[in-house]
């Protein structure tokens, strides 16, 4: 491998303008999804990306310096989607909400096939790591922020460290899709949820948000 390949620096690369370029530009992001999944990060060039999108090793180099630039376009406006989603606190079934934003996050996540680049990627560019980092600390505030409101509602348990809380809930978001590789079950999203909603709300708390909704409801017709 060339020492440019092995670049993982450089400025961020401009988007063409014209219609022709732009489809170059977009079958050389498709080319690089593939085989970034299919070889991973690491064994995957710029010369089989540009072959297997059906072009010369030139224009890879004419739109992007490297394949790190490559995958940074692919990733671009996908960060918070490699994040935990941030959950909803106050509806009549927070465990039943919080699965199926967890099972839509997994969906997402496995869509997005990159779980074998991610790693790859982390462990050598330190900027890319950064970026995550940021991104992480981003929705723990926004997950922080949500439970210091439900605890001012008095919805949480009182003797809780919300920051540890936050902590937990990410943590437990980020790995249960690995609970197959660890004891051989499929992750049941709302165990997950029925897990961390049970560390968070006293059992009243959750009768009292059932019973507002249905009052609602009766009063609503529904």
């Not at 505030?141 to 936050?166: E, F, M, P, Q």
């Amino acid at each position: 491998m060339s020492d440019r390949e092995d670049q993982l620096v450089g400025e961020f690369p401009l988007i063409p303008k014209q219609e022709r370029a732009q489809l170059k530009r977009d079958l050389l992001l498709k080319s690089g999804h593939e085989l970034f999944i299919l070889k991973g990060y690491e064994h995957t060039t710029a010369k089989e990306i540009a072959a297997n999108a059906g072009v010369a090793t030139g224009t890879f180099y004419r739109y992007f310096s490297d394949k790190r630039q490559l995958l940074m376009s692919l990733l671009e406006d996908q960060i918070e989607m490699l994040m935990p989603p941030e959950p909803k606190w106050g509806v009549s079934d927070p465990e039943s909400t919080l699965a199926s934003l967890l099972e839509a996050h997994d969906k997402r996540i496995k869509e997005m096939g990159m779980q074998r680049v991610l790693p790859e990627l982390l462990a050598k560019d330190t900027e890319f790591a950064e970026v995550l980092a940021a991104a992480k600390r981003k929705i723990f505030t926004r997950i922080l922020s949500g439970l210091t409101k439900a605890y001012a509602k008095g919805l949480t348990w009182k003797d809780l460290d919300l920051n540890t809380v936050t902590w937990s809930l990410m943590t437990l978001a980020e790995h249960a899709p690995e609970k197959v590789k660890q004891c051989g079950i499929v992750t049941d999203y709302r165990e997950v949820a029925k897990v961390i909603c049970r560390v968070i709300f006293p059992p009243e708390v959750i009768k009292n948000l059932q019973s507002e909704v249905s009052t609602v409801e009766k009063e609503q017709g529904l």
